[in-house]
C-alpha cells in the first residue's frame, strides 16, 4: 500500500508541475533516468514543446560535463555547451540566439 500512495503523490506533483494528463505523467514517472526524468519535467514546465513524446526526446543527455541535452541543440552553432563559443542553445522562438 505506501508504494501506491508514494506513486500517487509523484503522478499528482508530476501533473501539477507540468499540466499534463494522467497518462503522460505515468510515462515521464516510467523514466528509469532520474535525471532525463527532470529535464524532462521542466522542459514540459517551460512550455518549450508541445507533447511529452518531445520532452522526452529533447531531455536525452548529450554531454556529461556540462549537461547539455538534445532540446539545447541549436542551428548556429555545433557542439555541447563547453564547445560552442558561448552559446547557451537553441534559438528562441524569434530566431534569435538564447542570451
Do not use: F, Y
Not at 529535464?39 to 549537461?67: P, Y
Amino acid at each position: 500500500m505506501p508504494q501506491n500512495h508514494g506513486r500517487k503523490t509523484d503522478l499528482a506533483a508530476i501533473k501539477s508541475a507540468t499540466g499534463v494528463k494522467h497518462q503522460d505523467a505515468i510515462t515521464l514517472r516510467g523514466l528509469k533516468d532520474s535525471r532525463q526524468r527532470a529535464v524532462a519535467i521542466r522542459i514540459l514546465a517551460a512550455k518549450e514543446v508541445a507533447s511529452v513524446q518531445e520532452a522526452v526526446a529533447g531531455s536525452e543527455l548529450l554531454c556529461e560535463e556540462c549537461g547539455w541535452v538534445v532540446v539545447n541543440e541549436c542551428r548556429e552553432c555545433n557542439g555541447c555547451g563547453c564547445t560552442s563559443g558561448g552559446c547557451h542553445g537553441r534559438p528562441d522562438r524569434d530566431g534569435d540566439s538564447a542570451p
